[in-house]
């Protein structure tokens, strides 16, 4: 069985950019939630999208975005990148919400903004 | 504020030794907790998850605790091995009617080294 996939892996952009991350779940996983993990901060909770709606959502600003697709892939989208954006951004997949399923991520898109 | 707590930050044992990992948490209502681990550069794999009604859940060496009352879980590792090298996190999660901003509350976790 195929687990969570993100792409891209890494990647470095500059501020003021934008950058949009892919998320393809595990077949038949409805529920997709985004985290940023940083050093300082640790893991912390983005969204999460459930059959293309997003249900749940952190407090992060409104730069921050996603959507899931028919098939269950996500994305999320950062606008105007700033320095402190630079994180690793995880993805899971579950079969029930993320609150209460089992959750199962992927290996991460390391952003860098310089 | 819900907040979760893990110590210690980091932690060295002998190859076949025992250890065990603390998580306190406030997270309120509660309605589950769950220990992962995360290897360098990976995404986090689960370990157990434990609803309020639960004290105690095996994963192999991994054996996790639950205290509700005082709002505490640990994290026991049998002989341990090369392997369990890695970061142990603690996640709580409220029930869904609180705010949805709040529903999964990570700890800092606890970086564990393994040396032969």
């Known amino acids: 069985k195929a687990g969570v996939t993100q792409t891209p892996r890494y990647l470095i952009k500059t501020r003021g950019q934008q950058v949009t991350l892919s998320c393809s779940p595990i077949?038949?996983?409805?529920?997709v939630s985004w985290y940023q993990q940083t050093p300082g901060q640790g893991l912390q909770f983005l969204f999460e999208?459930?059959?293309?709606?997003?249900?749940n959502k952190g407090n992060f600003p409104g730069r921050f975005s996603g959507r899931q697709f028919s098939n269950s892939r996500s994305e999320m989208n950062v606008s105007t990148l700033e320095l402190g954006d630079s994180a690793l951004y995880l993805c899971?997949?579950?079969?029930?919400?993320?609150?209460?399923?089992?959750?199962?991520f992927g290996e991460g898109s390391r952003l860098t903004v310089l | 504020k819900n907040q979760v707590e893990q110590s210690p930050q980091s932690l060295i044992i002998l190859e076949g030794k025992n250890c065990t990992l603390q998580?306190?948490?406030?997270?309120?209502?509660?309605?589950?907790l769950r220990w992962y681990k995360q290897d360098t550069g990976r995404g986090p794999v689960s370990l157990t998850i434990?609803?309020?009604?639960?004290n105690t859940k095996s994963n192999g060496r991994y054996t996790a605790t639950l205290d509700a009352d005082t709002k505490q879980s640990s994290l026991h590792i049998t002989a341990s091995q090369l392997s369990d090298s890695a970061s142990y996190i603690c996640?709580?999660?409220?029930?869904?009617?609180?705010?949805?901003?709040?529903?999964?509350?990570f700890g800092g976790g606890t970086r564990l080294m393994v040396k032969p």
């Open positions: 899971a997949s579950s079969l029930a919400g993320f609150d209460t399923g089992e959750l199962f």
């Open positions: 077949s038949g996983h409805r529920s």
């Open positions: 999208y459930f059959s293309e709606t997003q249900r």
């Open positions: 998580c306190n948490y406030t997270v309120s209502p509660f309605s589950n």
């Open positions: 434990m609803t309020f009604s639960e």
């Open positions: 996640v709580v999660s409220a029930t869904p009617a609180y705010n949805a901003g709040n529903m999964l509350t």
